[in-house]
């Protein structure tokens, strides 16, 4: 019953989502201006220079268009350079299969494989998965090919139609684009606005891991920021950690706090705020309060109170002065890998990549066999709707039909009742523009709708560019919204019948990396810098697979392994409030050494049987030392911390199934 409760409290409400994503916020009318611009530009130049395939140019804007202009930049060209390297591929291809469809299917097969599987193991990943969708899409254009020329030219003109795009949307970013650190100072203001006000009204629980979500990717940002040069900003690493940290910490504060307690811990962060643009640094230095303080002046508070006004002194300190705080990024930092670490032992991936495949290959066959060739965007569905787990899929097919379907109704309705109106590229453009205002605005929205805003764009590019002229034929529209349908039946039929993966093993092996690394929290708290994070980013990640085994319905076997518990991830978040508790400045030099040893072996036992679905190991017994009574007040506060520690443990040994 309370897995049942949790869930039903997840659920939120359409509309209610639908309010908050869409809702306007800083900066999202100049990324919705940057991605309107470019497809405007793209397009006008598609049809002065009668460049083929314009609606896939147009599209292009939308895919590589990030929030930050680096962050563009860097994908753009990655995907230029994918594309060049697909396309060499294919020349020397199409020179020994054009005419041996036995031979071009297995090098298909083949090409798709090697993408999915090297989408997630490969350090390279979205290069490769580029360049094999290419390849694939290409060979694919052999059935409809006239001639050995016609071919070759069409194979040669993916590149322009990939270059221009490209180059008009890295101009654009690099003109008008928001840099990472306009970025992360404008995300790390309205959390601290969200969480200060929240404080005050008593519900800050519910938003905690949402705001954890959202300044998570900011810690790459800055880690990037910090290796291209000196820190410019108030907004540095430390920032950014002590803040997530302080969001961690807030999950083991007690569900009653004092009206009192909650208006002081506003104006701490109200203080951060009024920090952030702030050139007086005397004035704020006076504002900060000796650490010792809060553990001597707080001895009948809970352990997590002291810890979470340390954790905010932490970060107002680093705000003030960002210049002294210590960025140990890269020592922290484990060795990049070729691969993953389970890239061939794991069967999870290569069946992944086995069933993308075969959907790819079944769509290809029923177009082929029909003699259809419109349906050819079955397999950019297939694609580009393969996730994971069947509830990433799902959830990605479902905005994906809804996008197609909004973004086909919005292109038939222009057919019919704009275009004949239209009489040159300068009207065209500004449809387009218009157009993309809309979609680009659901594109800017977070994961769980920004695809559908994608698909929108898409679906109304596929309709509206068919060629040079104004698109007048509704079947060509009809045959490519039709296309999608297909890809998006077969990919659900093919991943919920072969190795079907439900989101709530996703869920069972985020929880285990994030035991893991509490336990390397609890085992060296006053070194745990790097493990706090893993925690950060293994709950982010559990959260989200969490929201989406909702989309799986019924869709897996009855026999299917359910994993763990809805409830699950609220009790390991605790249980990671509870352990930052311990690892915090004003907790961890007083605490014994080894006091917390047989907690961290609990926590790493807890994870490898989590990650292999086993039943949790029983709770340890509290040591003596815990039970003790101590006399200085900062030892008091450090048993009590270990106390709630084990009592979370506890709680987790019981109802973690």
């Known amino acids: 019953m309370t897995a049942l409760a949790e869930s039903q409290r997840s659920r939120r409400p359409l509309l209610e989502l639908l309010a908050a994503e869409l809702a306007s916020r800083e900066g999202r009318w100049a990324a919705v201006a940057r991605i309107a611009t470019g497809s405007a530009i793209t397009v006008a130049i598609a049809m002065v220079f009668q460049i083929p395939q314009p609606t896939y140019m147009a599209y292009i804007v939308f895919l590589i268009s990030k929030d930050e202009k680096n962050a563009t930049v860097t994908s753009a060209l990655g995907g230029l350079a994918a594309v060049t390297l697909a396309i060499l591929l294919v020349l020397g291809l199409e020179l020994v299969d054009t005419a041996e469809p036995a031979l071009r299917l297995p090098l298909m097969a083949m090409a798709t494989f090697a993408a999915m599987f090297t989408a997630r193991t490969f350090a390279l990943g979205p290069i490769s998965f580029l360049a094999g969708f290419v390849i694939v899409l290409l060979q694919s254009l052999v059935d409809d090919a006239s001639s050995l020329e016609g071919l070759t030219r069409a194979t040669l003109w993916t590149w322009v139609v990939i270059f221009v795009p490209v180059a008009v949307t890295v101009i654009v970013n690099l003109l008008f684009g928001q840099g990472g650190v306009a970025l992360?100072?404008?995300?790390?203001?309205?959390?601290?606005?969200?969480?200060?006000?929240s404080l005050t009204n008593g519900d800050y629980r519910k938003s905690l891991s949402e705001w954890r979500a959202r300044l998570l990717p900011l810690l790459e940002i800055a880690q990037h920021s910090t290796e291209k040069g000196p820190r410019t900003g108030r907004f540095t690493v430390p920032v950014i950690r002590a803040l997530l940290d302080a969001l961690v910490i807030l999950e083991a504060l007690p569900d009653d706090l004092p009206d009192a307690l909650r208006v002081e811990l506003a104006s701490q962060l109200r203080a951060c705020r009024h920090a952030i643009g702030s050139d007086s640094t005397r004035a704020m230095e006076e504002s900060l309060a000796p650490l010792s303080q809060f553990v001597d002046s707080s001895v009948e508070q809970s352990p997590a109170v002291i810890a979470v006004r340390s954790m905010l002194s932490v970060l107002l300190g680093a705000i003030v002065r960002p210049d002294f705080q210590p960025d140990n990024t890269e020592a922290h930092r484990p060795p990049r890998r070729l691969f993953v670490a389970d890239a061939f032992s794991n069967p999870a991936h290569w069946q992944f990549a086995l069933k993308t495949t075969m959907a790819v290959m079944i769509s290809y066959a029923i177009y082929t066999l029909l003699d259809w060739p419109g349906l050819r965007t079955a397999i950019v569905t297939c694609f580009f709707v393969a996730l994971s787990s069947l509830g990433e899929t799902v959830?990605?097919?479902?905005?994906?039909?809804?996008?197609?379907?909004?973004g086909g109704i919005v292109a038939g309705l222009c057919i019919v009742f704009v275009l004949p109106h239209l009489t040159d590229i300068g009207q065209l453009c500004l449809l387009i523009a218009a157009v993309s205002v809309g979609a680009a605005w659901v594109a800017t929205s977070s994961e769980l709708l920004?695809?559908?805003?994608?698909?929108?764009?898409?679906?109304?590019?596929?309709?509206?560019?068919?060629?040079?002229?104004?698109?007048?034929d509704l079947t060509v529209l009809r045959d490519r919204i039709a296309g999608i349908l297909l890809g998006n039946i077969v990919i659900t039929i093919v991943f919920s019948s072969f190795w079907p993966q439900s989101a709530r093993s996703g869920v069972r092996a985020a929880l285990a990396e994030g035991l893991r690394a509490i336990g390397h929290v609890i085992r060296r708290p006053r070194n745990a810098e790097e493990a706090r994070m893993r925690t950060v980013q293994a709950l982010v990640r559990a959260d989200h697979l969490r929201t989406l085994h909702l989309f799986e319905l019924q869709m897996l076997p009855s026999h299917a392994p359910e994993g763990p518990s809805v409830s699950s991830v609220a009790n390991i978040e605790r249980l990671a409030g509870a352990a930052f508790v311990v690892s915090t400045d004003a907790i961890s030099p007083f605490t014994q050494p080894g006091s917390t040893a047989r907690l961290a072996e609990w926590a790493e036992s807890a994870a490898n049987n989590l990650a292999r679905n086993r039943p949790m190991p029983p709770s340890p017994v509290p040591s003596a030392s815990t039970l003790a009574t101590a006399i200085e007040p900062g030892a008091r506060s450090a048993q009590r911390a270990i106390g709630q520690l084990e009592s979370e443990v506890q709680?987790?040994?019981?109802?973690?199934?």
């Open 651 to 657: 709680h987790v040994a019981s109802a973690v199934h």
């Open 395 to 406: 959830h990605k097919l479902v905005l994906r039909l809804t996008g197609a379907i909004i």
């Open 450 to 472: 920004s695809y559908a805003g994608m698909q929108i764009a898409f679906a109304f590019f596929l309709g509206i560019l068919q060629g040079y002229a104004p698109a007048t």
């Open 184 to 197: 992360i100072d404008r995300t790390v203001r309205k959390v601290l606005k969200e969480l200060e006000t």
